[in-house]
């Protein structure tokens, strides 16, 4: 992950060249990946180990997160413009922040309700996994497993990173949102790049397709999977 700056002029930004009054402070990118991954992880895991109240939409607030943040060895450094930072910059959309507070806009396993984004989901939808799950999931369907939803890619390059999370033998399972709609489960924009559905029913997955086949790792994408939690 590339590092962050905080423009003096104001904003944040991935380029110091994109800082037209030059830069104030600045943040490498191993120790953006290290707060991206422990502020998923306390947003949409486990607030109360770290002392940070999280309401029933998903928020809490900025400040009580650096503070928490503060409090442990290692994360001494953190400041307000690193938090707003991450949540301006992830390549993801995984944060959202509105009047000093700050929320995950997916991947929860804590109990909450975070309104999703306007717009209506494409047809097809997809679900990068790993072959050794098929045979469950082609029983039970795609189930939320320890999250509060299941989680579709607008793309199948995108599905395919989602899925070498888990593994090297991924696969990419094709969802027809109509089918989705038709047994009264509505996919929702959770961020630009995450749809998220209750489950996805096995009748509801119209094919399996193996990335390396269908010649996916050709692709360059823009973004990593690998900063949440
Ligand atoms: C599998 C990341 C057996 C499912 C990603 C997946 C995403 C089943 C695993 C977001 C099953 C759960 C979520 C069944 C589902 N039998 N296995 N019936 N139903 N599974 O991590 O979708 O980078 O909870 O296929 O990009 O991989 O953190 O879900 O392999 O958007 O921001 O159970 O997290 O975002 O794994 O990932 P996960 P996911 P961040």
Redesign the pocket.
Known sequence: MKAMYKCRDGGYSEDPSKCPGGVEASLPGELRVKLSKLV?GIL?HFPESYGVKVDRKGWASIDELVSALRRLSGYKWVERWHIEALAALDP?G?FEVSGGKIRAR??HTINVEVEPLPGEPPGLLY????SS?LP??R?????????LK????PTPEIAA???R??GSDVVV?EVDVKCLKEKGLKPVMASK??YVVDWVPPECIRRVIRPEAAGFYNHTLSFS?????
């Open positions: 998923s949409r993801k995984r997916y991947g679900h990068g996994t790993v799950n469950s999931i029983a039970k369907g795609i189930l939320p497993m320890k999250r299941v989680h579709l890619s990173e989602v899925g999370r888990h399972l790049v995450v999977t690998s900063e949440g939690s």
